[in-house]
């Protein structure tokens, strides 16, 4: 209930907010609770029963935590301690079940508390006999190769480190440069300019104070990308004057068994003008 538990630090905001409660962070190593926010933000709970409820949590395994105990510890009377038990009993936090004491053969009030109302209790862990059993040393992890950063690309180098000079929130790393270097690379090989590649990763940036600079502009070059132009292929040229063009396949007369040049077959000039005098 107690355990140390360890979390990740969100990246510090640089703008309060203009209105509402502003968090001083301080993170806790030892001597602390974690308390869900279904019962610290709990709607239907009543503020001492919520503040009784966190203070149930924090205890150890045994402790008493009678009306008659609690009204002890706080300043609040027996009847205001009672109604928050009964509100903590209906919301499902507390248990309180009369028992007969295996030992004594007494009966007793055995109070439970559950921590998450409604879920599957967590098992707890398994004892270690230190006498029979020594502890062994945890095996270091494999160490992890750092990935190669490519050759150095001068002209993608010179466009990203100069992105500062356009909005000084784009301020990158050597190691950031050389990471997005590829990505800014195949924009130059599409035909794009430096000053079009420049003016599509700075413009309409979001308000505020950038945390990943490397990311957003990683994003952009990513998704933003154009396609590449097709091959343009140089237009036929129709034919015309002084303009060479495919001779006429050869033909055999069906008169006189010439051959000529014509499109079709059929007979040649000579003999289409004899029979065309024929017939006047």
Same mark, same amino acid.
């Given at each position: 209930?107690?355990?140390?538990? +360890?979390?990740?630090?969100?990246?510090?905001?640089?703008?309060?907010?203009?209105?509402?409660?502003?968090?001083?962070?301080?993170?806790? *190593?030892?001597?602390?609770?974690?308390?869900?926010?279904?019962?610290?933000?709990?709607?239907?709970?009543?503020?001492?029963?919520?503040?009784?409820?966190?203070?149930?949590?924090?205890?150890?395994?045994?402790?008493?935590? /009678?009306? &008659?105990?609690?009204?002890?510890?706080?300043?609040?009377?027996?009847?205001?301690?009672?109604?928050?038990?009964?509100?903590?009993? $209906?919301?499902?936090?507390?248990?309180?079940?009369?028992?007969?004491?295996?030992?004594? %053969?007494?009966?007793?009030?055995?109070?439970?508390?559950?921590?998450?109302?409604?879920?599957?209790?967590?098992?707890?862990?398994? &004892?270690?006999?230190?006498? &029979?059993?020594?502890?062994?040393?945890? &095996?270091?992890?494999?160490?992890?190769?750092? $990935?190669? @950063?490519?050759?150095?690309? !001068?002209?993608?180098? *010179? @466009?990203?480190?100069?992105?500062?000079?356009?909005?000084?929130?784009?301020?990158?790393?050597?190691?950031?440069?050389?990471?997005?270097? =590829?990505?800014?690379?195949?924009?130059?090989?599409?035909?794009?300019?430096? /000053?079009?590649?420049?003016?599509?990763? $700075?413009? %309409?940036?979001?308000?505020?104070?950038?945390?990943?600079?490397?990311?957003?502009?990683?994003?952009?070059?990513?998704?933003?990308?154009?396609?590449?132009?097709?091959?343009? !292929?140089?237009?036929?040229?129709? =034919?015309?004057? /002084?303009?060479?063009?495919?001779?006429?396949?050869?033909?055999?007369?069906?008169?006189?068994?010439?051959? +000529?040049?014509?499109?079709?077959?059929?007979?040649?000039? *000579?003999?289409?003008?004899?029979?065309?005098?024929?017939?006047?």
């Amino acid at each position: 209930m107690t355990d140390s538990q +360890f979390s990740s630090h969100t990246p510090g905001r640089t703008e309060l907010p203009r209105a509402g409660v502003v968090h001083i962070r301080h993170h806790h *190593d030892t001597n602390f609770t974690v308390v869900g926010n279904h019962l610290a933000q709990h709607p239907d709970l009543s503020a001492v029963a919520i503040g009784l409820g966190v203070y149930i949590q924090s205890l150890p395994d045994g402790a008493s935590v /009678g009306i &008659k105990d609690l009204t002890r510890r706080f300043k609040e009377g027996e009847i205001t301690i009672a109604r928050a038990l009964k509100e903590l009993e $209906t919301a499902g936090y507390l248990k309180r079940s009369r028992e007969r004491d295996d030992r004594t %053969g007494r009966i007793v009030t055995r109070t439970r508390w559950y921590e998450r109302p409604g879920a599957e209790p967590t098992p707890a862990p398994a &004892k270690v006999d230190l006498v &029979k059993r020594r502890p062994t040393a945890p &095996k270091p992890a494999p160490r992890e190769e750092p $990935t190669p @950063l490519p050759p150095v690309d !001068q002209p993608a180098a *010179d @466009l990203l480190a100069g992105l500062r000079r356009r909005d000084p929130r784009l301020w990158l790393s050597e190691t950031d440069v050389r990471r997005l270097s =590829p990505a800014v690379r195949t924009w130059l090989d599409r035909g794009i300019g430096p /000053g079009r590649i420049a003016i599509t990763l $700075t413009g %309409g940036l979001p308000m505020g104070a950038i945390s990943w600079p490397a990311r957003l502009l990683g994003y952009r070059l990513r998704n933003w990308l154009p396609p590449a132009l097709p091959v343009r !292929q140089p237009p036929e040229a129709p =034919p015309g004057p /002084g303009r060479p063009t495919a001779p006429l396949p050869f033909q055999t007369c069906g008169g006189c068994e010439r051959v +000529f040049r014509a499109a079709d077959p059929g007979r040649c000039r *000579d003999c289409r003008g004899a029979a065309s005098h024929a017939v006047a």
